[in-house]
């Protein structure tokens, strides 16, 4: 399982576009790059994965480059309802151990 | 039902006191997993439960930890003679089999505070 690196926290306003990266130096051709959102007390959720290029949903965008060394999780506008730990992932089709780090913790201010 | 059911949503006991933790999967959902979360920390494997295999229980971390599963449904976590570094949030998640890549549904969690 690949490791992922992540800021611990981020600090954003209402309205503003925040952008998470996450590095994978050592991700496995058949990894795939994958993002979770955690409430105050709920489980993870899951919010978008991704291979390659650009994913886009209602909820967030991810951006891998040609090399997938590193991720961005985008999220636009973001409301205060967006706070939450944001949970950065690599996994292998057909893992089932998924590893999850501290993740980013992030903070929306009015 | 049309998430992933924990109960209870809280418990506090004693230390050396014996619990037990419920996880209700969605159905359908073959594969069931739990994890520990520590205040502040990310998400520690326990277990993981698919259809009629063997459970993968490496990530128990002591023989004071088991679990069970009875068919495709429900899981009970049973911690034996609890102890303060017991006190966590435990989650339990569930997926359909072959849709692991695309992520587990998860539980509310159970908040375990051991005194």
């Known amino acids: 399982l690949a490791k992922t690196t992540q800021p611990i926290s981020m600090d954003s306003y209402e309205g503003q576009e925040v952008n998470i990266t996450c590095s994978h130096n050592n991700i496995a051709t058949n990894d795939y790059i994958t993002w979770y959102q955690q409430f105050p007390s709920q489980g993870p959720r899951f919010i978008i994965q991704g291979y390659k290029t650009k994913v886009t949903n209602e909820v967030a965008s991810l951006f891998i480059p040609a090399d997938r060394k590193s991720s961005t999780l985008s999220l636009p506008r973001v409301s205060l309802s967006d706070t939450a730990v944001y949970y950065c992932?690599?996994?292998?089709?057909?893992?089932?151990?998924?590893?999850f780090g501290t993740g980013t913790r992030l903070k929306v201010l009015a | 039902g049309a998430g992933v059911s924990q109960s209870p949503s809280n418990k506090v006991t004693e230390k050396g006191k014996d619990v037990e933790l419920r996880c209700d999967p969605i159905?359908?959902?073959?594969?069931l997993y739990w994890y520990r979360q520590r205040l502040g920390q990310g998400l520690e494997f326990l277990i993981y439960f698919q259809g009629n295999s063997a459970p993968d229980k490496s990530g128990l971390p002591s023989d004071r930890f088991s679990a069970e599963r009875t068919g495709e449904s429900v899981s009970t976590l049973t911690i034996q003679r609890t102890q303060q570094e017991d006190s966590a949030v435990y989650l339990c998640?569930?997926?359909?089999?072959?849709?692991?890549?695309?992520?587990?549904?998860f539980g509310s969690g159970t908040r375990l505070t051991v005194v």
């Open positions: 998640a569930s997926s359909r089999l072959g849709d692991e890549t695309y992520g587990y549904t």
């Open positions: 992932l690599a996994l292998t089709s057909g893992t089932y151990k998924y590893i």
């Open positions: 159905s359908g959902h073959t594969a």
